[in-house]
């Protein structure tokens, strides 16, 4: 396995979180294509870090801090679906036109 095939999964990766961030309705959908391009570019850095030899920790540092990001990410993305379902009672995007408070 090289360099460019890892790559070409991870802009796959990437290219399809973009489709699922933009197509979908629901909050939940959208949050998965977000995590999908956050994956996609953890895959791409550890590839990078991994095909380039140096031997220092840098890359792998830089995976693991964009994992705490995507895991803080999503539980303040799911404590806002949670909100806003409670006080709209939906889940579709189209159906809060303003979030005024």
């Not at 999964?9 to 939940?28: D, E, H, K, P, R």
């Not at 995976?63 to 806003?84: D, H, N, P």
Request: net charge neutral; hydrophobic share 60%.
């Amino acid at each position: 396995m090289n360099l460019m095939t890892v790559l070409l999964v991870a802009s796959a990766l990437i290219g399809v979180g973009v489709w699922g961030a933009l197509a979908q309705q629901t909050f939940v959908m959208l949050m998965m294509g977000i995590e999908m391009m956050l994956n996609g570019v953890i895959l791409a850095t550890g590839a990078f870090w991994a095909f380039t030899g140096s031997g220092l920790p840098k890359g792998q540092v830089l995976v693991i801090l964009t994992m705490a990001v995507m895991a803080v990410e999503l539980a303040i993305g799911f404590a806002l679906v949670a909100a806003v379902y409670r006080a709209r009672q939906t889940d579709m995007t189209e159906g809060i036109g303003s979030l005024k408070g």
